[in-house]
C-alpha cells in the first residue's frame, strides 16, 4: 500500500510526511534513502524538517535538556581544570598584592606583586 495515490503530484510535505511513515521514524537519513532509492526529489533539509515536526519522533528520541544554571561558575572536581580570569572581586587592593582564587577548594591566595 502507498501513502499518496500519485507522488508525481502530491505536495512536498506530504511527501516528506508520506516518507518518514514508510521509514517507520528511523530518522533523518533513512528517509532521505528511502526517497533516493526510489528515484524521489526531495532534499535532506524536508527530511530533516519533517522529523523535527514529527510527534511520534520527539517522543522517541527525547533528547536531556541540560540543566545549565546561569549565572554561577563551574566547579571542578580536581584542582585545576577550570581556571577563570577577571569573574571574582573586586578584590581589596591596598596591600600591593595580585590574588589568585582556587575554585576547587574555595580559598583565595594572595601574592606580592614585584
Known sequence: STCLPDL??????GLAKCAH?????LGQKATYRWVQERGIAMSLDMSRTRVAQ????QHMYKRPVPNIAKGL?????????????DYIGP????????????RHISWVFDCPSL
Not at 508525481?8 to 510535505?13: D, I, L, N, P
Not at 578584590?91 to 582556587?102: A, E, F, N, V
Open 8 to 13: 508525481r503530484v502530491a505536495s512536498k510535505g
Open 21 to 25: 511513515q514508510k521509514c517507520v521514524h
Open 54 to 57: 514529527c510527534p511520534v519522533c
Open 73 to 85: 561558575l563551574a566547579r571542578g572536581k580536581l584542582p585545576g581544570p577550570t581556571w577563570q580570569m
Open 91 to 102: 578584590l581589596p587592593q591596598d596591600r600591593g598584592c595580585k590574588y589568585i582564587c582556587c
